[in-house]
C-alpha cells in the first residue's frame, strides 16, 4: 500500500503537476483550501503534506497556509508539513518551520529535491511512529534510563525507589553487562542528591600504585610528578553520590583507608595532614563473590558491611527471557535511525536465537550485537548469521519426552534446594515428596545437595 500525501495548493494546475509527478511513489490526496484539506486529514490521515502558504481566501497572505499547518499539527503533532512557498516568502517559511513544519521549497520546485525531501518525511515519520507504538508497548518497563517488563526488573526499580530515598549505603552485585553503574545512577537521580555530583571510578581499571591518590587526592610535592594540589574522587563528589566500580579489586592498604573514611566521613589527601570532612553517599559494586573473598582474606569484612547496608542483586540476561526481546526492538530501532537504515525488523528465527542465547555479556552483549547487525546487514530483515548466532531450531536436537521430564525435574529440585539452603527436610516438604524419594531422584539425576545449594545471592539486609 502506498503512503497517504496531501497536496494543498490555490492553484490546479500546480496540484495536478504533482500529482502526475508523485502519483507512482504516493497515494495523492489533492485539496485547494484549508476547510477541504482538514476535512481530508481528519478522514484520510495522512502523514505528510505539500502545503502552499498563500491560500485562499487570503492568497497573496500566508495566513492560511500557517493555520492550516497549526490545524494539522493540533490532528497528528508529528505531521510532516512541507511548505511550498514564492522567493519572496522566506522569511514566512521560516516562521511556519518555527510552527513545527518540517521544512520549505521554493518555486519552481525541483522535482528530485523534493522526493528526497518526502522520502525523508516518511521515513522519520515512521521513525516517529515506531516509536510511540514501543513506548505503547513497553508501559511501565522504562525507568531512569532501564528497561525491564519481567518480575525480576520490576523488583529492582520498585527496590531502587525505596533505597534512593535514604542514605544507606548500597552493594549492587551483578555480572558484567548487567547495568551496575545503570542502577547505581538511577539511585542518584531519585535521590535528595540529585542536584550533586555522580562521579564513578572503576577499581580495577586504576593501577594500585595511583589509585590512593584518585580516590583521595594528593597534595603538591607529595610525590613525583605532583606538580600541583589535585583534588581526588571522593572529594569531587562532595554533596553528591560516588560510584565505586569493582569495589572487589580495591587493594587491602586503601580498603583500610576507605573504611576510615566511611566511619568518619573525613579525608586526607596523599602528602597532605589536613582532614576534609566529605558529605557523600557511596554506592559499590563488584561482579565477584566478596562474600568468598572476605574468607580469603582478599577483603576486609568490616568494609564489606559498611557497605553492604543494602544489597541489591541484579538479574543476569539469561532469566529475563521476557526482556530479550523488548530490549532487542528497542536497540535495533535506535541503530538504525542512528546509521540511517529503514524498515529494519527481525526475523522470527533470529527473535528466536536472540530468546534461547545464554547471554554471557548480558545486556551489553545483546546491545553489541543488534547494532553489528544493524551496520553489517545487507537486508531489510535481520537473520541468525547477521547477529552471529545459530537458529536454535537446527542446532539442538529435539528432546525425547523422557529427557524433557528428566530435565524439568532436575531445575525444579535444585531450585528447591538453592531456596532452601541444600536442607532436604524442608525441599522435600515444599515438593510434596518424602526424604527418601527425593533422595532418589537426587541420585537419579546426578544432582548433589552441596552444590544445589550454592551460589546463592546474599540475603537478609538485601532489598526488596
Known amino acids: 500500500m502506498k503512503p497517504k500525501l496531501l497536496i494543498v495548493d490555490d492553484d490546479e494546475e500546480i496540484r495536478t503537476q504533482l500529482r502526475w509527478a508523485l502519483a507512482a511513489d504516493y497515494d495523492i490526496l489533492l485539496a485547494g483550501d484549508r476547510g477541504s484539506a482538514l476535512e481530508i486529514a481528519r478522514a484520510q490521515r495522512p502523514q505528510v503534506a505539500l502545503l502552499d502558504l498563500g491560500l485562499p481566501p487570503h492568497p497573496g497572505e500566508p495566513r492560511e497556509g500557517l493555520a492550516l499547518l497549526s490545524g494539522l499539527l493540533a490532528l497528528e503533532r508529528h505531521f510532516k508539513a512541507v511548505m511550498i512557498t514564492g522567493q519572496n516568502d522566506r522569511d514566512q517559511a521560516l516562521h511556519a518551520i518555527g510552527l513545527g513544519a518540517y521544512d520549505f521549497l521554493n518555486k519552481p520546485v525541483e522535482m528530485d529535491e523534493l522526493k528526497l525531501l518526502l522520502k525523508r518525511c516518511y521515513y522519520v515519520a515512521q521513525l516517529e511512529t515506531e516509536n510511540l507504538q514501543l513506548q505503547a ?3 511501565g518497563t522504562h ?3 532501564m528497561l525491564g517488563s519481567s518480575p525480576k526488573m520490576q523488583e529492582l526499580f520498585s527496590a531502587i525507589r525505596k533505597v534512593s530515598t535514604t542514605q544507606a ?10 547495568g551496575k553503574e545503570m542502577t547505581a545512577l538511577a539511585i542518584h537521580r531519585r535521590s535528595d542528591r540529585r542536584d550533586g555530583p555522580f562521579v564513578a571510578i572503576n577499581c580495577g581499571a586504576i593501577p594500585g600504585d595511583l589509585l590512593e591518590s584518585e580516590l583521595f587526592g594528593h597534595e603538591k610535592g607529595a610525590f613525583t610528578g605532583a606538580h600541583v594540589q589535585r583534588k581526588g574522587r571522593i572529594e569531587t563528589a562532595g554533596t553528591g553520590t560516588l560510584f565505586l566500580d569493582e569495589i572487589g579489586e580495591l587493594p587491602l592498604l586503601l580498603q583500610v583507608k576507605l573504611l576510615r573514611f566511611l566511619q568518619e566521613q573525613t579525608i586526607t589527601r596523599v602528602g597532605g595532614r589536613q582532614e576534609i570532612p566529605i558529605d557523600v553517599r557511596i554506592v559499590a559494586a563488584t561482579n565477584t563473590d566478596l562474600k568468598s573473598a572476605t574468607q580469603q582474606g582478599k577483603f576486609r569484612e568490616d568494609l564489606y558491611y559498611r557497605l553492604a547496608v543494602v544489597v541489591m542483586q541484579l538479574p543476569p540476561l539469561r532469566e529475563r527471557a521476557d526482556d530479550v526481546r523488548l530490549l532487542a526492538q528497542v536497540f535495533l530501532q535506535r541503530f538504525a535511525a542512528e546509521n540511517s ?13 536472540l530468546i534461547c542465547h545464554n547471554w554471557p555479556g548480558n545486556v551489553r552483549e545483546l546491545e553489541n550485537k543488534i547494532k553489528r547487525a544493524v551496520i553489517m546487514a545487507d537486508g531489510r530483515r535481520l537473520n541468525p548469521a547477521d547477529l552471529e548466532l545459530k537458529d ?8 525425547t519426552l523422557k529427557e524433557a521430564r528428566e530435565t524439568l525435574e532436575r531445575d525444579i529440585i535444585q531450585q528447591t534446594l538453592q531456596r532452601h539452603c541444600g536442607k532436604i527436610t524442608s525441599a522435600a516438604h515444599e515438593l510434596g515428596i518424602s526424604r527418601p524419594t ?3 531422584l ?4 546426578n544432582i548433589h545437595r552441596e552444590r544445589a545449594g550454592q551460589d546463592l545471592p546474599l540475603t537478609g539486609n538485601s532489598l526488596p
Not at 442 to 445: D, Q, S, T, V
Request: glycine share 10%.
Open 392 to 399: 536454535p531450531a537446527l542446532t539442538q536436537p529435539p528432546l
Open 169 to 178: 549505603p548500597v552493594l549492587i552485585l551483578g555480572e558484567s553487562g548487567t
Open 438 to 440: 527425593l533422595y532418589e
Open 137 to 139: 508497548a513497553v508501559g
Open 442 to 445: 537426587m541420585e537419579k539425576l
Open 143 to 145: 525507568f531512569e534510563g
Open 341 to 353: 537504515k529503514t524498515n529494519l525488523s527481525l526475523q522470527p528465527d533470529a527473535l528466536r536465537a
